[in-house]
């Protein structure tokens, strides 16, 4: 498969407790996004990186949000201290230029 | 603020008519324009996009419709069916001046197409 790949699935967790999701890109894909899709609603952006940088950041990624990309491969989305208020499908995209390709998320569930 | 506005936010449709989800954004340096697709439990799927140097694409059934002065665009599904029953979300973005092409999507249109 040379999608891009999100792991875990699913994820349900107690409020309070540290979160950490990975994305693997498409590989010759050197911008990667992290994006959050609520309920009925479009995705949103959170941040992205190009290569192993970070250039970008929305105000909807709080202090408790850090995002990472090693070696400017595949990407970790970590939340601490998780509330009720993060469950969401969190989906990572990547692209070369202009085409973005999304996985298939990361189902949170903060109980 | 809501940079791109869809509607309707569903819509239901019998098999072989015509599906028409409109889209209208506010940011006049948007230059990119895709809807993707999505199923339950899935990632959304680039469906079709467009520039805004063309008034209409299509590729297959869909066309996508782009009015530069009135700000918006639509897509059209033609000979709808039971498995384009989906949520269509458009989309926009800013891909000039080392932007970093993150898309700015709408709320999304919840279509569904009766056999």
């Known amino acids: 498969d040379t999608g891009v790949s999100q792991d875990p699935r699913h994820k349900i967790t107690k409020r309070g407790q540290n979160v950490t999701f990975r994305c693997d890109p498409i590989?010759?894909?050197?911008?990667l996004y992290w994006y959050r899709q609520t309920l009925g609603q479009g995705p949103e952006f959170l941040t992205y990186?190009?290569?192993?940088?970070?250039?970008?950041k929305s105000r909807l990624l709080s202090d408790r949000f850090s995002a990472e990309r090693p070696k400017g491969s595949f990407s970790t989305l970590e939340i601490q201290r998780t509330e009720q208020g993060d469950s969401a499908m969190y989906l990572c995209?990547?692209?070369?230029?202009?085409?973005?390709?999304f996985g298939q998320g990361t189902r949170l569930t903060v109980v | 603020q809501q940079q791109v506005k869809q509607s309707p936010q569903s819509l239901i449709v019998q098999k072989g008519g015509i599906s028409i989800i409109n889209c209208a954004y506010e940011?006049?340096?948007?230059?990119?324009f895709p809807w993707y697709q999505q199923f339950p439990g899935k990632g959304p799927a680039l469906l079709i996009a467009?520039?805004?140097?063309?008034s209409e694409k299509k590729e297959g059934r869909f066309t996508i419709s782009f009015n530069k002065s009135a700000k918006q665009f639509s897509l059209h599904i033609m000979d709808s069916q039971p498995g384009d029953s989906a949520t269509y979300f458009c989309?926009?973005?800013?891909?000039?001046?080392?932007?970093?092409?993150?898309?700015?999507f709408g709320k999304g249109t919840l279509l569904t197409v009766n056999p």
């Open positions: 995209a990547s692209s070369g230029q202009l085409v973005a390709f």
């Open positions: 590989s010759e894909h050197n911008r």
């Open positions: 990186f190009q290569n192993e940088a970070q250039l970008e």
């Open positions: 940011n006049t340096a948007f230059d990119y």
């Open positions: 467009i520039r805004p140097d063309v």
């Open positions: 989309a926009a973005s800013l891909n000039s001046g080392g932007s970093n092409y993150k898309l700015t």
